[in-house]
């Protein structure tokens, strides 16, 4: 099947890409370069992380910053005016050079939207090599939101009833163990798994290694989930270098691609609880539909590949449970399989479908609008087979999931 | 003496006594329901180009989709009683509707009285109280009592 920048769900596809079937039939970019700031709790403004990941990647790529011709940031909601302007921010911080500018905010897939973003200038021939950039410095506990009576707000509400994002994450582990016979050790062995992976990632904020018992013996947060299961809030910072492919190839012979970016909304009637919703949409009058699933569909189809292609996955475990979840949506096996899967060791390392090999949310700690680069920042490298310690042998096609809260999400493809 | 009560959160459920019930709003075209009730006087649903709405009791009634308890407090703006006491929280579907609603469960309750599937019906509790009322919010209550 040809892939193409649009593909069958143009209908929801980011503006701006509806040119980029005649200028690239490939619908493919590559990534020339890519560069992280460690994760962490470093006490400084989050434009060093993003500069950092920036510079890291201009290095990487062997381009200059002054031959970047589009700059696209993923927002920060918690940094003031700076962090609403990241793309601006981040180009003054490098030195103003005249690129051409974008801002995205789409929540945790705001990294995503902010590549999409660069991917149409590139697709649409408007430029040839762009760079995007996101970082986040993050405040300790729970992510909460402004106080006042707010009601017209739903994140407002549900945290007035005291449903934090842990609530949700627990609903979908506790329905895992009602519906597939789930158990607290699968969770926590997910953790393990993951704790192990990041080991050796020098970007990871957490690297020690976990035994289930330690992990079940941690605070229980929201029953069956325990501190340890779920995901901090980190600081950090993660930039991606993206050219045409004509510009690859004047570079390099082996650059790896990036063949999709999805970035769909839900279709009404979503199914799902949704953060920060204290209601699913209702299917009285039409079908529901699963948002999740949906995400890693429409990637699928733009890549023209299925599940069956792909060699590993960096899925978002914002809590341990919702690996399961994720390896289920994307169709790594069927729903209700994922712990079997787990169980057999096929998504360890050196297993058959490696899952969150950098570590994941559980080594990172989430910082919102980096975690999607830093995704595609670890396929790059499995996918270069430069992963070190790490490194999924032979990895040729990787895939990310990620999700955000107003109904956002993204899946993005690589392969080399 | 009963202290007065007044709804935590205005408009989204009545205060009756007996059978209290969640606010919704019905698309009068397409029969969609919406909870909380419609801000806006447009249809939600891609398919429906309504623009009337009826304010509707939903059902009393539904089945536990899925449950937890909170174990840590919460953030503000929940207001926490001093020492923080644990909560159940589950997600009804409500049959009817065709969707699932998130809300405390009544206090006393946790996990382990709980089971996916499980019938339960909504009530009215407290959610915190200040000087004058009580502030009282709906929250899901087993309806066969407790296993």
């Known amino acids: 099947m040809s892939a193409s920048a649009t593909g069958p769900a143009a209908s929801s596809a980011s503006a701006g890409a509806s040119t980029a079937a005649t200028a690239a039939p490939s619908g493919e970019v590559a990534v020339l370069g890519v560069g992280m700031h460690p994760w962490g709790k470093w006490g400084r403004s989050f434009v060093d ?4 990941a920036a510079r890291e990647a201009l290095q990487d790529a062997g381009v200059s910053w002054r031959d970047v011709q589009f700059i696209s940031g993923g927002a920060t ?7 609403y302007v990241a793309g601006a921010t981040f180009a003054q911080a490098l030195g103003w050079q005249g690129a051409e500018v974008n801002t995205s905010y789409a929540a945790c897939a705001s990294g995503s939207q902010a590549l999409a973003a660069a991917r149409a200038r590139i697709l649409s021939g408007q430029a040839e090599v762009a760079l995007v950039v996101g970082a986040d410095t993050t405040p300790k506990g729970f992510l909460a939101p402004a106080k006042g009576y707010r009601p017209e707000d739903p994140d407002w509400v549900r945290f007035h009833l005291g449903i934090t994002n842990p609530t949700y994450f627990a609903l979908y582990a506790r329905r895992r163990m009602a519906l597939y016979g789930a158990t607290e050790r699968d969770f926590a062995q997910v953790k393990v798994k993951n704790a192990a992976h990041g080991l050796s990632n020098p970007n990871a904020r957490y690297r020690k290694e976990l035994t289930v018992e330690e992990v ?23 930039a991606v270098l993206i050219s045409s492919l004509d510009y690859a190839r ?8 990036i063949a999709a970016i999805s970035t769909v909304t839900p279709r009404f009637a979503s199914a ?7 209601a699913t949409d209702s299917a009285a009058a039409v079908a529901a539909h699963s948002f999740r699933a949906s995400i890693a569909k429409k990637a699928y189809e733009e890549a023209g590949i299925g599940p069956r292609d792909v060699s590993l996955a960096e899925v978002y475990d914002l809590a341990s449970s919702m690996e399961l979840d994720w390896m289920e949506y994307l169709g790594l096996c069927g729903p209700g399989e994922a712990e079997h899967l787990l169980r057999s060791g096929a998504t360890r390392i050196g297993g058959r479908i490696p899952v969150n090999a950098s570590g994941g949310l559980a080594c990172f700690g989430e910082a919102v609008p980096a975690q999607a680069l830093a995704q595609v920042c670890e396929l790059t490298w499995q996918l270069r087979g ?18 955000g809260l107003f109904g956002h999400g993204s899946s993005v493809i690589l392969k080399r | 003496m009963t202290r007065p009560r007044a709804a935590a959160i205005e408009g989204w459920y009545t205060l009756d006594e007996a059978a209290p019930a969640l606010i919704g709003s019905r698309c009068t075209a397409c029969g969609t329901y919406f909870f909380p009730p419609l801000q806006s006087v447009f249809c939600r649903n891609p398919e429906c180009a309504g623009e009337r709405f009826e304010r509707v009791p939903l059902s009393r009634t539904g089945r536990i989709w899925s449950f937890t308890d909170a174990c840590y407090q919460p953030p503000e703006p929940y207001v ?24 405390q469960v009544v206090s006393g309750l946790g996990v382990k009285d709980l089971r996916v599937g ?13 000087a004058q009322v009580d502030k009282v919010v709906w929250k899901w209550k087993p309806a066969g009592g407790v296993p």
């Open chain 1, 216 to 238: 079940l013996g941690s605070a229980m947060v929201a029953d069956p989930l325990r501190l340890l299961q779920i995901c901090a809030t980190s600081d950090g910072g993660a």
């Open chain 1, 77 to 83: 909601m918690r940094c003031g005016y700076p962090g």
């Open chain 1, 386 to 403: 430069t992963a070190g310690a790490r490194q999924v042998q032979d990895a040729k096609v990787g895939i990310t999931a990620n999700l």
């Open chain 1, 272 to 278: 799902e609880v949704e953060m920060p919703d204290i």
């Open chain 1, 250 to 257: 004047r570079r390099t012979r082996h650059a790896v691609r």
């Open chain 2, 118 to 130: 499980m019938q339960v019906e909504l009530v009215l509790e407290t959610l915190y109280a200040d």
């Open chain 2, 80 to 103: 926490a009683a001093q020492p923080f006491v644990p909560f159940a929280i589950a997600a009804v579907e409500l049959d009817a509707e065709k969707m699932i609603v998130l809300g």
């Open chain 1, 49 to 52: 992380y993003g500069v950092k």
